[in-house]
């Protein structure tokens, strides 16, 4: 008879089978113990999955330790790029600070990774630091991975929403179809592909206009306009 044994999820090893468990408490020790990269690198990976959670006191307690693990900079490239996706993936407010630091690392796989978890652990006011990344920044993914996590930060204010129609009219064909997505799940319509139709959708958005101030004083009383950066075409 032939014995078969077959590795689940939580063994792995070349000569017999290395048990690294399959709860959040478990992931979390290797995280805080191991000193092999690679390994740690599958535990915080693996918190990402919700199903190794038995409640949200869990979920606080791993956002903690990762906040920790990120702010303190000292893992690989990679790694920190997964500690971004699993902390938007837990959902929980408490990484948002941090993520909003890790929008700024010098690698852009790191930023394009926190720029998606902003869109689930942000707040509203946090799309103008999306739109800041969609503008200046000089990789292709991190400015895809803002325009859709606009679309999951869902913010009310109208000039984002007139910031990604203008994205609609870029020549990447995937920041095009990422602010259509974008568009459709901050407004919950669909007015289809053309731009157009979009423009004519913002400008229905706008309110009216104020009369200009006659008088000199009030003149430079009216408030102004807080804009957006422009992108380019």
């Not at 330790?65 to 000292?74: C, I, N, P, Q, T």
């Not at 990679?78 to 996706?85: L, P, S």
């Not at 946090?126 to 200046?136: E, S």
């Not at 109208?158 to 995937?174: H, N, S, W, Y």
Request: proline share 7%; net charge neutral.
């Amino acid at each position: 008879m032939i014995l078969v044994v077959v590795a689940g999820p939580g063994c792995v090893g070349n000569k017999g089978f290395q048990f690294r468990g399959t709860t959040a408490a478990s992931f979390l020790r290797q995280v805080n113990e191991s000193r092999d990269p690679n390994v740690r690198y599958a535990a915080y990976d693996s918190l990402g999955s919700l199903r190794s959670y038995d409640d949200e006191h869990q979920k606080a307690e791993a956002a903690k330790v990762l906040v920790e693990k990120l702010r303190s900079g000292k893992e690989p490239t990679a790694t920190r790029a997964v500690i971004c996706r699993t902390l938007g993936v837990l959902r929980r407010p408490e990484a948002r600070e941090a993520i909003l630091s890790a929008t700024n690392d010098e690698d852009p796989l790191v930023r394009a990774e926190a720029c998606r978890s902003l869109g689930r652990v942000g707040r509203s006011e946090d799309a103008t630091i999306l739109t800041r990344v969609m503008t200046v920044d000089t990789a292709g993914e991190c400015r895809v991975a803002a325009v859709e996590s606009l679309g999951d930060l869902k913010s009310p204010d109208p000039r984002i929403t007139e910031f990604l129609v203008t994205g609609m009219e870029q020549d990447d064909p995937a920041i095009r179809v990422a602010s259509l997505n974008a568009l459709r799940a901050v407004t919950g319509k669909d007015l289809g592909v053309d731009a157009i139709a979009w423009k004519k959708y913002v400008e229905s958005l706008r309110p009216p206009a104020r009369p200009t101030p006659t008088d000199p004083v009030a003149a430079d009383a009216a408030p102004k306009p807080d804009g957006l950066p422009t992108l380019p075409r």
